[in-house]
């Protein structure tokens, strides 16, 4: 069982920084595909940015270039820094964690409850 908690989100302005944290709990965090996902209302969700077990890293076309996933296995932590944010980056931020095929975690899904970001003046 891994346990997801994400923090960081909050309210700045367009142009402005935020860096969100998901700390995970339970064990065998580093054989995790860990994830940011995000749902704005109305919108369906979508998957904002993805770093493997291996650190192969995967970014939404909207993103790219402006926000950064890293992972840090020996505390359980994802992070997104997320930098030039604009009005539509305003969502719920999740993480999600999936276990690796080929591993005993293999077909384990598991999400956050999600922080807010908001990006308006």
């Known amino acids: 069982q891994v346990q997801l908690v994400e923090s960081g989100g909050g309210l700045v302005q367009p142009g402005g920084s935020l860096r969100l944290s998901c700390a995970a709990s339970?064990?065998?965090?580093?054989?995790?595909?860990m994830a940011w996902y995000r749902q704005a209302p109305g919108k369906q969700r979508e998957l904002v940015a993805a770093?493997?077990?291996?650190?192969?890293?995967n970014y939404a076309d909207s993103v790219k270039g402006r926000f950064t996933i890293s992972r840090d296995n020996a505390n359980n932590m994802v992070y997104l820094q997320m930098n030039s944010l604009k009005p539509e980056d305003t969502a719920a931020y999740c993480c999600n964690a999936e276990g690796e095929p080929g591993t005993r975690y293999s077909g384990s899904h598991y999400w956050g409850q999600g922080t807010q970001v908001t990006v308006s003046s």
């Open positions: 339970g064990s065998g965090f580093r054989f995790y595909a």
């Open positions: 770093i493997s077990s291996g650190r192969n890293i």
